[in-house]
């Protein structure tokens, strides 16, 4: 596909792009971060969570224990048993959770042997209670006791103290990933804005200047066509003239001129005529271009045969045959398309007509959607090489043994692409030529 | 009345004027015709005259410097009096702008000079036969 578009809207419409992804992936990955520091967070909540409550279950543990040893109940051991278990279920937790935390680890590695302490000093007093209310009671009061328990609570709230600092910083850094984000897409939606904005000016300055380089080009074929044609008219008259007058001199003067000196005449007169020509021509091609279109839909068959008519009986075409085969209807401007058909039906008669037995066929096929017309001629043909040349004015590709002007196949050529169609040719010098057309109207 | 004017040519080019005198001598119908070369003076010949010496055909061309034929057109067809002589523009314009207005002036006939002479010869020959002998003037 050919760019026809500036390069740096191009580049801008890439860029833009090439930002949009980013920014999707760029919120997609921070979308899973912010969910990963979130699952963290959470995560650090739940260890709290149970931090606290190992909390309550130390105290409830030693509660217990003195209830026990002051009411001899063994509710109260059944209840202790149950609060212990719970406690033991609450460390594995904190154990399975921070296995991450190699600090945090060590600080329950502390907790570990702290509460096995614990656990020895508590069972010795229950054996104790067992005995006698009063050894145990002594045990109970015993600074080891107590410092066991203080060192538990100690541990206990260094650990809190821990994962409440982790806590702290992981909302931080999920803040700050949040707010990266949000700077970073402010900045690249900006810079997308930026480049649209660019490209948007870019664009209408584009347009602004194809359009009036379009109107220039109106401009200058408007101008073009009123110059071709007011040269065309004027250079009528004195045309006139010559004619005229060169035929008076024939008429009147003829018999007192030699052989030469009326061949000489002849040259002028001729030239004359063809000078006539080619300014009708000239004129033909020039009005096509000003005339407005009036399309409506013609029966070729009919057209054709009126036109082949025409040129038999004119003579021009009397030895030729005539192969038409069946031809669609066409939606175009009459006049035109007419012009269109007599120049290559006379063509196809003129080229052919030195052969043997000058044969001109003419028919439609369907391709590609479109109705496509051709004229095919057994006549001279001409160098394919030269194809370029063929539609162009004034450019002829046979000298003078075949009459014309080089403005016929030029003017054929406007109107079909004042129809939006197409024109080629296809030949082989000597074995005729192929004019093919589709209008799209 | 042997200098009665019967068709009035006006006609600023002298060679065109030429060859459409030579085209109505070969039909035998130049023998009372005038040829005005200045538009101007034309006019003036034209109002000058009485009713009994206008001419029977004005033959005008309409590309004139000074005064041009869709102007005389005018002049003749919004006098009362004059206005009943046939005029026929003979000029090399195919222009549609021109046919109309000077249609809608009330010209008789619109001939647009053909280029090849022979085809000029027998279209001037047949106009002059046309306006002189078939066609019933007005007294």
């Known amino acids: 596909m050919r760019l026809y578009i500036d390069r740096r809207v191009f580049f801008g419409f890439m860029t833009s792009l090439f930002i949009l ?8 990955r921070n979308n ?9 967070v959470y995560h650090t909540t739940e260890v709290l969570d149970h931090i606290e409550r190992t909390n309550t279950n130390v105290v409830r543990l030693e509660e217990l224990l003195g209830m026990y040893v002051i009411s001899g109940d063994t509710s109260y051991l059944k209840l202790y048993n149950n609060e212990l278990q719970q406690g033991v279920e609450h460390y594995r ?3 399975e959770l921070t296995a991450d935390n190699s600090r945090q680890q060590a600080i329950i590695d502390s907790i570990r042997l702290a509460g096995r302490k614990k656990l020895t000093i508590h069972r010795a007093i229950v054996n104790a209670r067992k005995q006698s209310q009063a050894t145990s009671d002594s045990l109970i009061q015993t600074a080891d006791n107590r410092r066991s328990f203080d060192r538990l609570m100690q541990l206990l709230a260094h650990l809190q103290q821990a994962e409440n600092m982790l806590l702290e910083n992981r909302l931080q850094v999920s803040e700050s990933i949040s707010r990266n984000f949000q700077i970073t897409f402010l900045i690249l939606m900006a810079t997308i804005i930026a480049l649209l904005t660019t490209v948007f000016v870019i664009i209408n300055r ?3 200047a194809r359009m009036r380089a379009e109107a220039r080009t109106n401009q200058l074929n408007q101008e073009l066509e009123a110059f071709t044609y007011s040269v065309s008219h004027d250079l009528r008259s004195p045309l006139r003239s010559i004619r005229g007058f060169t035929e008076v001199l024939r008429d009147e003067y003829g018999n007192q001129l030699d052989d030469e000196g009326r061949r000489l005449l002849g040259i002028v007169m001729r030239n004359a005529s063809q000078m006539g020509q080619l300014i009708d021509d000239l004129l033909d091609f020039s009005r096509i271009g000003r005339k407005e279109l009036m399309p409506t839909r013609i029966n070729v068959q009919v057209l054709v045969s009126e036109i082949i008519h025409d040129v038999t009986e004119n003579g021009q075409a009397a030895r030729v045959t005539w192969d038409v085969k069946p031809l669609e209807d066409m939606h175009g401007d009459s006049n035109m398309i007419k012009q269109v058909w007599i120049n290559l039906l006379s063509n196809a008669v003129k080229y052919s007509h030195k052969a043997s037995s000058p044969r001109v066929e003419v028919g439609c096929r369907e391709e590609q959607g479109h109705v496509v017309y051709y004229v095919r001629d057994n006549g001279v043909g001409f160098d394919m090489q030269y194809q370029d040349k063929l539609f162009k004015v004034f450019q002829r590709l046979h000298g003078k043994e075949f009459e014309g002007t080089g403005v016929g196949l030029a003017l054929v050529h406007r109107i079909i692409t004042r129809h939006r169609g197409k024109i080629w040719a296809e030949s082989t010098p000597n074995e005729g030529a192929v004019f093919y057309f589709y209008t799209q109207l | 009345m042997d ?10 080019n002298p060679d065109d004027a030429e060859l459409t005198i030579r085209a109505l001598k070969k039909r035998n119908l130049a023998n009372r015709l005038l040829h005005i070369g200045d538009s101007e003076e034309a006019v003036n010949y034209l109002f000058e005259q009485s009713p009994a010496n206008y001419p029977k055909l004005i033959l005008l061309d309409l590309k004139m410097p000074k005064i041009d034929g869709i102007q005389i057109l005018k ?30 002036l009330g010209v008789n006939a619109y001939i647009v000079k053909p280029v090849q002479f022979d085809k000029f010869m027998d279209a001037v020959g047949d106009l002059g036969f046309f306006w002189l002998l078939l066609n019933q003037p007005a007294k």
């Open chain 2, 3 to 12: 200098n009665q004017v019967e068709i009035l040519l006006i006609e600023d």
């Open chain 1, 32 to 40: 899973q971060r912010f969910v990963e520091q979130r699952h963290w």
């Open chain 1, 206 to 208: 584009n347009f602004r």
């Open chain 1, 93 to 95: 937790k904190l154990f």
């Open chain 2, 75 to 104: 002049k003749l067809k919004s006098d009362p009096a004059r206005r009943i002589i046939p005029v026929v523009m003979l000029t090399s314009s195919k222009e549609e702008r021109d046919i109309v207005e000077s249609y809608n």
């Open chain 1, 21 to 28: 992804l980013l920014l999707g992936y760029l919120s997609y």
